[in-house]
């Protein structure tokens, strides 16, 4: 097990490396740069034309005059120092700007997930030992429509009865007064009580998911010979459940743990772009746009190794929870 | 006159000029001008001498008193200039277009916006000019300049040096006071410093050209202090006095910047303080530059010192995740009649959202007390219906660019192109294929109004299809598409950048039928907006997109912003004055000679209308542009609890009038 451990961190590293290339690679591929967007917003607001020598004053200012190679060495260097860079946009360190977000971005991300996993897997179950009743038939109405509606839809049509039935604003996380207001538990009441939507919309898409393949799984176990057996053997229904085919259904789950740090990290980036959420998303997407590559590159690095961190545990998870599972190599 | 060359003209102009604006300098009354018929030191300008009201009503905010009791600031006797500016009804913005009384001390103007680095309505209101056209963009003469954070000016015979006269015990935000030392740190130590400064903008050279010879600053004494160049150049009054000019283009606050300024600092604690900042010492130029942040008045959200030193009406407070907030300047040198200290409103909160959309949604439920930038027509009525219950009012004011203009690139490389777009016959049948009345009912709500008095077409398709036969393009293809001069069927590309305005793709669709109906085939494509500026640097576009600040030519030609220079080949041929670049036609070229001879401010009133006519009949004449509509509107939105909020004239300069904006009891 230990060695099977350290063979897979081993691997992650070399993986990183060429992730880190990759993502910067994709990020200096548009045209342009930062400054080209910043100079174009610029003379529109002022009505004043930059010379082509402030201009390059200006870019040398953000070091985006020096070739791409020695701006991705520069890069990763100080990266892996621990110094992510500064922001064009925001003009102020990276990591002081992730910081902020990040507890928020696991916050909401947390709640969510619990919502979805404490929705999903009772009905799942329920609609798999119930098949065909009514009540799977309007489960699995309900997880058919989650699946087909986008979120940020979702967030759109919510946020439109609540401002016009409800004369509210539903969007961002805090109340005005609050949104930098130190910690106090005013505060976090008030996050409280903005806390449910987003959790449930963002929840919502993964929740139906959950059902489906909860339902299907557990449903593929139940006509298995090992289930007559234990109930021909006289177990009780419940306890012949909970003991062995929901503990095999679950397993293909535990193998999503792997996609769900990266989603803690970023969120859900439309739906919190819709709802207003400061969580990375947002950033993500804005630096994306305008090209500030330090802070897109740093989240889109931190997310790949959260990736393969994640991808990770869940195989340690599931060998762990699956004996079947070889730890050798071939 | 087609044989004069640029030169030739300027000079011409310059010596004309000359004594005409001396004649008019000692004819009007204006306070600026005021200033040459006194000699410095002989007397006080009228301007400053008024003496400052006695009243029952506090003369400065609570906030301030009890700051003042608590020991934190000096009274305000002591924080106040000696020369203070006295704000009355049409001061800062004339009269007619808004009913000015004086306000009262209190509350927080709330914004909200959804850049991450730029808040609008923050910038309009911190936006410190150091010398004002009240109601105008920019000012077309001298003549038209009054005093703001300045006193006044003196041009000498020649108008090759201009004396400032600044206002005596101005202080900045931490209450040092703000004399020439500022300017003279500013000019010499920053903007002729070549660590920090590579290359000195044009607006410290002759002629506001990047090839002139450097200005010299000369410090007559603390308050005074005198810019010359090598020839005749204004533009320095014109530069300190548009609507986005700003008192960091002339100085910097000295005795706070000299701790990041090599030659001041202390070597020990600034080598410490580069380290930190992880730059090699050679680059202390650019630490320099990230400490400055009185370059950031456009980028203010990304604003993260409050003891940077201001002389705007509010300073930054403190720097939020979402939230950044802005408090009042106690040293600001604004007086109501009532002597009563400006700003009237406490603080300043921008909130930053995701998207404009969320900025909408807080109009609409009263969270904006103003709102500028994200207020547009396509929304107009929604904010009408949501009025009375988001505690909003709607002003339908001027907007200072012409949201949707089309520029053609007459310089790029497809022949066949160049061929059909600089015959004028073409321009002429696009703007005349265009219903334009039915633009402004359906894109504008109504508003605005036909660009007939810009470019003199009218709708009319069947003219339109005349001019297009008459220059050759009389064959059509088997869908009814007409046949370009390269014998295939000619496609007018109409790619245009990615979320400029919301109504742009509604309106391209428009004129894509319109065009389309005279026998031009049109392609509409939404690019990127990155990319778009990119392709536009490579010469790559063929129909250019970007704000368009027609409007303040309605007052004098500007070089800002011209018709041609999207053209890429031309442009790169005026900027370097025909080293590269390709020469542009004869019209185009007098355009810009006709904005820069404006631009400098070396012309009396009659030349400038009549270089201002005649720049109206070239585009007349020559149709650059593709322009749907005339007198574009802007929703202005501001909460019904606002005081002295202008009603009328261009949006942004009545936003740039916040600090005599108050909260109604």
Redo the contacts between chains.
């Keep these: 097990m230990v060695q099977y451990i350290v063979r897979r961190v081993l691997l992650a590293i070399p993986l990183l490396f060429v992730i880190s290339l990759i993502s910067y690679m994709v990020i200096e591929l548009?045209?342009?740069d930062y400054l080209?967007?910043y100079?174009?917003?610029?003379?529109?607001?002022?009505?004043?034309?930059l010379?082509?020598?402030?201009i390059?004053?200006l870019r040398?200012?953000y070091g985006l005059d020096r070739p791409i190679y020695a701006r991705y060495l520069r890069w990763i260097w100080?990266f892996v120092q621990g110094?992510l860079g500064r922001s064009f946009?925001?003009?102020?360190p990276v990591s002081e700007l992730l910081a902020?977000?990040i507890p928020l971005t696991i916050a909401i991300t947390l709640v969510a997930m619990v919502f979805s996993w404490a929705v999903a897997i009772p009905i799942g179950i329920f609609s798999a030992v119930r098949q065909y009743s009514v009540f799977d038939y309007i489960f699995t109405t309900f997880g058919f429509i989650g699946l087909a509606t986008p979120s940020f839809l979702l967030a759109l049509v919510v946020?439109w009865i609540a401002?016009s039935r409800f004369?509210?604003?539903a969007?961002?996380l805090f109340s005005?007064e609050f949104?930098?207001a130190p910690w106090s538990w005013a505060r976090v009441l008030d996050l409280l009580k903005h806390l449910p939507i987003p959790a449930v919309i963002i929840g919502i898409g993964g929740t139906a998911w959950l059902i489906r393949i909860m339902r299907g799984n557990l449903l593929d176990e139940l006509r298995k010979p090992y289930v007559t057996t234990a109930r021909a053997k006289g177990l009780s229904e419940t306890r012949l459940l909970t003991k062995y085919p929901v503990r095999i259904a679950i397993n293909p789950l535990i193998s999503t743990i792997g996609w769900t740090l990266p989603q803690l990290f970023s969120g859900s980036t439309l739906v919190?772009?819709?709802?207003?959420?400061?969580t990375v998303g947002?950033?993500l997407f804005?630096a994306l746009?305008?090209?500030d590559m330090y802070v897109a590159g740093s989240i889109l690095l931190i997310l790949s190794a959260l990736t393969v961190i994640g991808t990770l545990i869940s195989d340690i998870l599931l060998a762990w929870v699956d004996p079947r599972i070889r730890l050798g190599g071939g | 006159m087609a044989d004069m060359n640029r030169r030739d003209f300027l000079r011409l102009s310059a010596l004309a000029a000359a004594g005409t604006v001396v004649v008019a300098c000692a004819k009007t009354e204006a306070p600026a001008t005021t200033a040459p018929e006194t000699k410095p030191g002989e007397a006080e300008p009228q301007a400053t001498a008024t003496p400052v009201p006695q009243v029952e009503a506090a003369p400065e905010s609570p906030m301030l008193t009890d700051m003042v009791t608590s020991g934190s600031i000096p009274a305000l006797e002591e924080r106040l200039p000696q020369e203070t500016m006295v704000i009355d009804a049409g001061t800062l913005i004339p009269s007619d277009m808004v009913d000015w009384v004086p306000g009262q001390f209190g509350g927080t103007m709330?914004f909200c916006t959804a850049r991450?680095?730029?808040c609008?309505e923050l910038?309009d209101a911190n936006c410190e000019q150091p010398l004002i056209a009240p109601g105008k963009l920019t000012a077309a003469s001298a003549a038209e300049v009054v005093p703001s954070l300045f006193k006044g000016f003196e041009i000498n015979d020649d108008q090759t040096s201009i004396t400032w006269y600044m206002r005596k015990g101005v202080r900045w935000s931490d209450g040092e006071p703000c004399t020439t030392e500022d300017v003279r740190f500013y000019v010499e130590d920053v903007a002729f410093n070549t660590d920090i400064?590579?290359?000195t903008?044009?607006a410290f050279k002759s002629e506001n050209k990047?090839s002139g010879d450097l200005m010299t600053l000369e410090i007559v004494d603390d308050y005074t202090f005198k810019t010359t160049f090598t020839l005749p150049s204004l533009h320095l009054i014109s530069n300190y006095s548009?609507?986005?000019s700003d008192w960091q283009g002339i100085m910097r606050p000295a005795h706070y910047m000299r701790q990041f300024h090599k030659d001041y600092a202390d070597p020990a604690t600034f080598k410490a303080l580069i380290d930190e900042a992880?730059l090699p010492e050679a680059e202390w130029g650019?630490y320099y530059?990230?400490r400055d942040e009185g370059r950031?008045t456009?980028?203010n959200v990304?604003?993260?010192d409050p003891d940077y030193p201001r002389v705007s009406p509010w300073v930054l407070e403190?720097v939020?995740?979402?939230?950044i907030?802005w408090t009042r300047n106690p040293y600001y040198y604004k007086v109501d009649t009532q002597g009563q200290q400006l700003p009237y409103i406490d603080k300043e909160r921008a909130?930053i959202?995701?998207?404009s959309?969320?900025v909408t949604?807080?109009i609409?439920?009263g969270?904006v007390d103003w709102a500028r930038e994200y207020a547009s027509m396509v929304n107009y009525p929604l904010y009408m219906e949501n009025e009375a219950?988001g505690g909003y009012k709607v002003n339908i004011t001027d907007m200072?660019?012409a949201p949707l203009q089309f520029r053609f690139n007459f310089t790029n490389p497809d022949q066949n192109w160049q061929q059909v777009v600089r015959d004028v016959r073409f321009r002429k049948a696009l703007n005349t294929a265009i219903d334009h009345q039915k633009v402004v009912d359906t894109i504008y709500q109504g508003f605005g109004t036909p660009p007939t008095a810009i470019i003199g077409c009218e709708f009319d398709p069947e003219a339109a299809a005349a001019l297009l036969d008459e220059m050759g393009m009389d064959q059509k293809d088997a869908d009814g598409y007409r046949i370009g001069p390269d014998g295939k069927t000619f496609i007018l590309p109409l790619e245009v950048p990615q979320g400029y305005t919301p109504e742009l793709d509604s309106l391209c669709e428009l004129l894509v039928e319109y065009f389309q109906d005279v026998g031009v085939k049109t392609d509409f494509k939404n690019i990127?907006?990155?990319?778009y500026?990119?392709?536009h640097?490579n010469n790559d576009t063929f129909v250019y997109l970007?704000?368009a600040?027609t409007s303040?030519w309605r007052n004098a030609p500007?070089?800002?912003?011209f018709l041609q220079?999207r053209s890429r080949l031309w442009q790169l041929w005026h900027?370097t004055q025909g080293a590269e670049g390709e020469e542009p036609e004869e019209w185009a070229k007098r355009l810009w000679e006709i904005a820069d001879a404006a631009d400098t401010f070396l012309l009396s009133e009659d030349e400038v209308a009549a270089i201002h006519q005649e720049m109206w009949d070239i585009i007349k004449e020559h149709v650059p542009m593709i322009l749907p509509c005339d007198n574009a509107v802007y929703p202005l939105i501001g909460s019904t609890k606002l005081g002295n909020v202008p009603s009328k004239g261009w949006a942004i300069v009545a936003s740039f009038t916040q600090e005599q904006f108050y909260f109604k009891a």
């Design positions: 548009p045209p342009g080209v967007q100079v174009a917003s610029f003379e529109n607001a002022t009505g004043q034309r010379t082509q020598d402030e390059a004053q040398a200012l100080n110094n946009q925001y003009n102020r902020e977000r946020m401002f004369g509210f604003s969007s961002g005005s949104i930098d919190a772009i819709v709802l207003n959420l400061q947002p950033v804005h746009l305008s090209q | 709330r991450t680095d730029v609008a910038y400064t590579p290359t903008g044009r990047a548009g609507y986005s992880q650019n530059l990230q950031l456009w980028t990304t604003s993260q403190n939020g995740t979402g939230v907030t909130e959202v995701a998207n959309e969320a949604m807080k609409l439920s969270e219950k200072h660019v990127e907006a990155t990319l500026e990119t392709r640097t970007g704000w600040h303040f500007r070089t800002s912003d220079d900027d």
